[in-house]
């Protein structure tokens, strides 16, 4: 009986959800964009997923559908798909190295056959027809009849924005340019999908070797192994990919926490391990009176250079002081490192901190699956540190919904023994090391959050 109550709990959930959408997309005039057509990043009704009366809807909803399948499913057969899922990752990886959906976007909506995807490769086309299939039925393109395929609003976010013919006679390049999903995409399923298999041998290594090393039959941290010269072809696909998990977020979400207009002129920001400098210079776009310091790898440097160089030449730093940061800018970074390694890297930052410098912080913070008691902790007088949870019936993270969470805390430890950390773990990482967390800006429609954090 209270499987039958909950599962009505759930489904009004769904039809709640659905109603509030349908009232915000009705009142500004937009139709909600379509599963079946390509995706428009420009389209304002995708813009409009940043609603927070759309945005929590949205969440609402997959957090509910989820639940009613799990409740409703055969469990046995729940638990062998998910030991299978690995399945998705490589398809999707096949898909996107062979370029198929800039060639079905230059097919259009009638699709083509696997057939003509693969024509002037030596690859086997009933393959690719089965590939596809497997992420037909995940949502993530279209079989329009038999053996033809489609692009749809899943799919064609990997389009690179070139044409097929380009791609392929330049494959180096392919990347640039991009919006980054398809650089993230093929990061995560190719370097996170071959370490990720590694993990239940990893976990019991008595020497506490990570995946990744296993994988990869190396001893070198991640980021030495990528900067190799042999990893040409990685090195720039994971600067590109970093943009992509900014394309993912909304495009202003750098302005939706700590206020950098406030900076006076030409006070600096230095971007710690800032990659290409994507963020930093969608900052100094926008406040050019602001200095900014990029500090990473030297090849990193390098490719930072030519970013810069192409989107903004007469703003590139050519020296790295740090002692006079107005702020230290870490972005993605702290996730990538242990407790112990993160704590020495602020430690050194504290120690080049001037007594106003502030570090800012952009991660992504970990609720439990659990309901958490904010009072209790020790967080709770933090301004803007709370957040609130999904209401039962639904899991108090809202699921499925939030996932992207749990699967990057996973690929930081299978890459880098790092962790993406709960509030109390980023509180438990910046006391020791000199830094008191003083302000948090969780951001509508995403799941990165600004922490700012002053010395003491
Ligand atoms: C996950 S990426 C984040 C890049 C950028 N902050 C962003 O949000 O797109 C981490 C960055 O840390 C850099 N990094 C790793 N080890 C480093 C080191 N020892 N010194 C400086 N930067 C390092 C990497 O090269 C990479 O660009």
């Known amino acids: 009986m209270q499987s039958i109550s909950t599962l009505r709990r759930l489904a009004s959930i769904i039809t709640d959800s659905v109603d509030s959408m349908e009232r915000v997309y009705a009142s500004s005039g937009m139709p909600l964009p379509s599963l079946d057509e390509p995706f428009n990043q420009h389209d304002p009704g995708e813009a409009l997923r940043q609603?927070?009366?759309?945005?929590?809807?949205?969440?609402?909803?997959?957090?509910?559908?989820?639940?009613?399948?799990?409740?409703?499913?055969?469990?046995m057969r729940l638990v062998v798909d998910t030991s299978r899922a690995f399945h998705l990752s490589s398809c999707l990886l096949v898909a996107s190295n062979l370029d198929v959906v800039e060639i079905l976007r230059e097919a259009g909506p009638k699709g083509v056959t696997a057939e003509d995807i693969v024509a002037h490769s030596h690859v086997n086309p009933n393959l690719?027809?089965?590939?596809?299939?497997?992420?037909?039925?995940?949502?993530?393109?279209?079989?329009?009849?038999?053996?033809?395929?489609?692009?749809?609003?899943?799919?064609?976010?990997?389009?690179?924005?070139?044409?097929?013919?380009?791609?392929?006679?330049?494959?180096?390049?392919?990347?640039?340019?991009?919006?980054?999903?398809?650089?993230?995409?093929?990061?995560?399923?190719?370097?996170?999908?071959?370490?990720?298999?590694?993990?239940?041998?990893?976990?019991?290594?008595?020497?506490?070797?990570?995946?990744?090393?296993?994988?990869y039959r190396t001893e070198e941290d991640f980021f030495a192994w990528l900067h190799q010269a042999e990893n040409s072809y990685n090195t720039p696909r994971f600067g590109v990919a970093m943009q992509g998990t900014a394309a993912t977020e909304p495009s202003d979400l750098i302005f939706r926490g700590f206020d950098w207009g406030l900076l006076p002129q030409n006070e600096t920001i230095v971007d710690v391990g800032g990659g290409i400098g994507h963020v930093s210079l969608t900052i100094a776009k926008k406040y050019p009176h602001l200095r900014i310091v990029m500090q990473d790898l030297a090849r990193s440097i390098e490719l930072s250079k030519g970013y810069w160089g192409d989107n903004f030449p007469e703003h590139i730093s050519k020296q790295m002081p740090i002692k006079d940061a107005a702020v230290f800018l870490l972005r993605y970074v702290l996730h990538n490192w242990s407790d112990n390694q993160a704590q020495v890297m602020l430690r050194h930052l504290r120690a080049a901190a001037l007594p106003t410098t502030r570090l800012v912080i952009l991660e992504k913070i970990v609720p439990f699956a659990s309901v958490e008691d904010s009072e209790a902790s020790r967080?709770?007088?933090?301004?803007?540190?709370?957040?609130?949870?999904?209401?039962?019936?639904?899991?108090?993270?809202?699921?499925?919904?939030?996932?992207?969470?749990?699967?990057?805390?996973?690929?930081?430890?299978?890459?880098?023994?790092?962790?993406?950390?709960?509030?109390?773990?980023?509180w438990d990482l910046l006391e020791p090391s000199g830094w008191k967390l003083v302000e948090v800006h969780h951001c509508a429609g995403s799941q990165l959050s600004h922490l700012v954090a002053i010395p003491v």
Not at 53 to 75: F, G, L, R, W, Y
């Open 379 to 426: 967080t709770k007088d933090i301004a803007g540190a709370f957040r609130p949870s999904a209401k039962y019936p639904l899991l108090p993270n809202w699921g499925p919904a939030t996932a992207d969470l749990y699967l990057y805390d996973l690929t930081m430890h299978v890459l880098l023994g790092g962790v993406e950390r709960t509030l109390e773990g980023f």
């Open 128 to 215: 690719i027809a089965r590939i596809l299939r497997l992420l037909a039925t995940h949502h993530i393109f279209r079989e329009v009849s038999p053996g033809v395929f489609a692009n749809n609003r899943i799919s064609s976010t990997l389009d690179k924005g070139k044409s097929s013919s380009v791609l392929n006679s330049n494959r180096a390049d392919r990347f640039i340019g991009s919006s980054g999903i398809a650089a993230l995409v093929e990061q995560s399923a190719d370097i996170g999908g071959k370490s990720g298999v590694y993990l239940a041998d990893s976990v019991v290594n008595p020497d506490g070797v990570l995946p990744f090393n296993l994988a």
């Open 51 to 75: 609603d927070p009366e759309v945005s929590n809807a949205v969440k609402n909803i997959m957090a509910a559908a989820a639940q009613i399948s799990a409740t409703v499913c055969d469990p």
